[in-house]
């Protein structure tokens, strides 16, 4: 039943399958000059394959399984959805409509035009997720995957240190006092933030692939940034075919690192026209194919001179749009005097 | 001589097409082979002769290099090669009884390997016994399908992104699992599956004045839904396969009440794969479509798979995943949502027995 696991090609891995081989039972009697006869493969192939094959050939005992390996049933999972805990985004709104804040296990895409301040809010949440369980976060470290070069370091440590004035004040009002983590100085947000920084889209398909180890050699991470998701796949692509299946491949890596280490991953991404129903509208950039690769998607737009963000696509929260601002100290709520500045 | 005669002209194969089809489709042929045998006899029809030996000690090892020198090694190659002429050949050596028995055990073995024939009447009361209908739970679909998602038949439901292909499967797991009692399996690509929203359905569908369920009743129901994380093609065949035997088994025992199979979506495990250099992509799409219609057949379950669209001429959306999808489910569904509100059109692109074209409108409501 294990084919799929092994380290091998995929493309050898399609040839076992269609040769008949889905598990490794039957492979553990095989000669490797006869493996390579019926795969048309070298022999050092089919040595290399038999080799990775364990020799004990676990033999699945039918029968008696209720529950296919790995599988959750549904009332399980509703418990373990109750007590999984949201990354505040510091505007109450937005929290509102989120059902609390970003969900881990879960991969949200945020688009928007540019100025609208996904950048923000990308950098709001990898400060908030190092907040204190009792204050919104996760009391973890933050990714941060950085393709357009928009992260400033001045900017967070700005909005940390504003995050960790209201991290006093709550705690004052409360008589919270946890003394440990009331120590944490706004510096130290900075340390818990891990950047990388890609220039082209190898480096993020080949990052992405690295991120499995370096999480699990990390376990305290909590979320994961990718700001923006879609800058690299938009240019100079010659090949659209195989633009589709890296990001295929890309989404379905992302919503497997999500779930093993139970993890929020955010992506950003910007906008494009589209032709469609004789006029154009702004629709998320990649393309229909992308679309679907989120579980959740919050789109940033403007109405009138005031920041919105409006639910489109989640599996179990409600359509809905609610108010933000940027401001100095980060993301807040919508106070009515915060205007957009015009350039004239 | 005159019994491997008999048996030649039923299964006699033009020697030259043959061989040429054969050497054309031989990559392929595994592949069906694959798909239309069970799982324990892909083991017999993948065996090599010297495997079969231990079950029939006929198949000595004189018969292995009688077999061996004309290029044959295993069940699958006996289908393949001219028979006519290694019967021929078999008379000349100085064995030849030996030898015709070895055949006619190898041939006894492949006919213990394809499906009963069933003929029109078993076909209808297979079909009035256990092929029923499943509710959706969703009026103006039910209504569309005159019914619901049948049993034994693969449904696909293609829609643009946000257009409620989670809401529709989160909709009919619920009722399937509440209504007809029975166990669903939850493929789930995208981290979508949301055990709230199975409760808020479950709730709706139960107890329409907005009280709540009882917890007793409401845990027995949800641990009937049993949902899986698949992230790429080989974990699902790895799933399925297990569902399989698991199947098998709970059919000896008679006590078989799963449904459903609800996979969303399959999109996302075939783009990776597909159009790549070489037909490895269509042949693991075309093998896993295989494996869900035998499930389905075999153990009477519905399958419902959600594909994307992809923009179309005209900027249409018209379904993903290429022309040669389009042969393999039995029902095509594509969704549209009217923006921003929770009203869903649906029509119907294929059906075996509804013209194709009709629409309908439904709504989900919070």
Redesign the interface.
Known sequence: MEVGRLPISAALKGKLVSAGYTSLSLLSSLSPSHLARDLNISENEALDILNHAPHDGRIDTSGGHHIISGAQTAWDMLHEEELLTRITTSSVDIDNILGGGISCREVTEIGGVPGIGKTQLGIQLAVNVQLPVHCGGLGGKAIYIDTEGSFMVERVLQIAEACWDDMLANNAISQNVHAGQVGMQPKDFLENILYFRVCSYTEQIALINYLDKFISEHRDVKIVVVDSITFHFRQDFEDMALRTRLLSGMALKLMKLAKKFCLAVVLLNQVTTKYAEGSFHLTLALGDSWSHACTNRIILYWNGNERYAYIDKSPSLRSASAPYAVTARGIRNNVSNCKRIKLM | MSEIGRRFTARRVNRKEGQRRAQESH?CC??L??ASFG?VT??Q??A?LK?LETEFPILDPDFQSFCALRGI?TVQDFLIRDLQSLVADAEQQPSSERFMQAINQVLYVIDGLHQPWLNGVDLMEDAQKNKHVLSTGCEGMDFLLRGGLRRGQVTELAG???SGK??FC?LTASTVAYKHMGGV??ID???????????RFLNQISCPASEEMQPRV??EV????????V?????M???L???E??L??QMCRGDNDERLIIID?I???I??????S?S??R??MV?AMSLLKKLAHEYNLAVLVTN????GDG?I?KP?LGESWKTLPHVRLLLSRDC?SNTYQVSLLKHPSIASGKAAKFIIN?
Request: with cysteine; hydrophobic share 35%.
């Open positions: 990559s595994s592949a082979l694959v799982k892909i083991v029809g993948m090599s495997r090694f643009p992104s946000s989670t809401q989160l399996i939850y690509t995208g981290n979508s599956f949301s055990a709230k929203r199975i409760a409401l845990q949800m641990n009937s839904i049993l949902c899986h994380s992230y790429d093609i080989f974990s065949f790895d799933v396969h297990c569902l035997s698991k098998k088994y979506s999109s996302s495990l783009t990776p794969i597909l159009g790549s070489g490895q992509g042949a693991l093998s994307h669209t992809v923009g900027g959306p993903a921003g919070d």
